[in-house]
């Protein structure tokens, strides 16, 4: 699974990558983030009229039906294989999909001993922005029709392929631009046309750097996240 990841592109170049009207709303959703965690407001872009817009939404999906937000684990991952078939997810894969804008993520390894692990920033072999595959839901509270509603994402991930077996055993789902469209399409509603985009990133067009434990801490932010200490794979 994906838990944390960065988003520290220039913003202007987020929205040349991703196809965005520029405005000065937009520009604020892009500042840079070094790591990024669970349940905090993250930009994700979606369609709006048929023009794609980015929004802020909480990492954690919480399903329309939910009694209350917030109770048990974020469902921040959804399982490719099983995404079309889980309650939590299956309704917003139909009609709710969206891009989650990053430019790499962490991933944890066994490193062996008392649970230590060793923290690895996963990024792209030019520090190029990328999209993870995602889908959102809107929350509104039957107790309280005035409250406002809460919009909130997650990513979906796969097997993880080549190198990246031996840091994880899953990653992020990592869409070309080419499908782009085809992941926002709303009148593409069947999970069987959708199932190519599901197949792993091509792990030559990544890199794995193991990065300090200054980046367990979810508090923690700025460059010092993605210090490397050398390169692996």
Known sequence: MCGRFTLK???????????????????GLFEPRW?????????VV???GGAREAVAMRWGLIPSWSKEPGKGAPLINARSETVAEKPSFRTALKRRR???PADGFYEWQESGGKGAKQPFYIHRKDDGPFAFAALWECWRS?????AAP???????????????TEIHHRMPVILEPKDFDVWLDPELQEA?????LFAPAEHNELVAQPVSTYVNKATNEGPRCVEVQKTLF
Do not use: F, H, Y
């Open 142 to 146: 039957k107790e309280d029709p005035a």
């Open 9 to 27: 592109t220039p913003a202007r170049d987020l929205i040349a990558a991703l196809d965005l009207a520029s405005s000065d709303r937009q520009l």
């Open 150 to 164: 809460v919009e909130s994402c997650t990513l979906v991930n796969t097997e993880a392929v080549g190198w990246m």
């Open 98 to 100: 969206c891009l989650m």
């Open 192 to 196: 069987g046309p959708l199932a190519p």
């Open 46 to 48: 979606r369609l709006d």
């Open 35 to 43: 790591n990024i965690a669970p349940t905090q407001q993250v930009p």
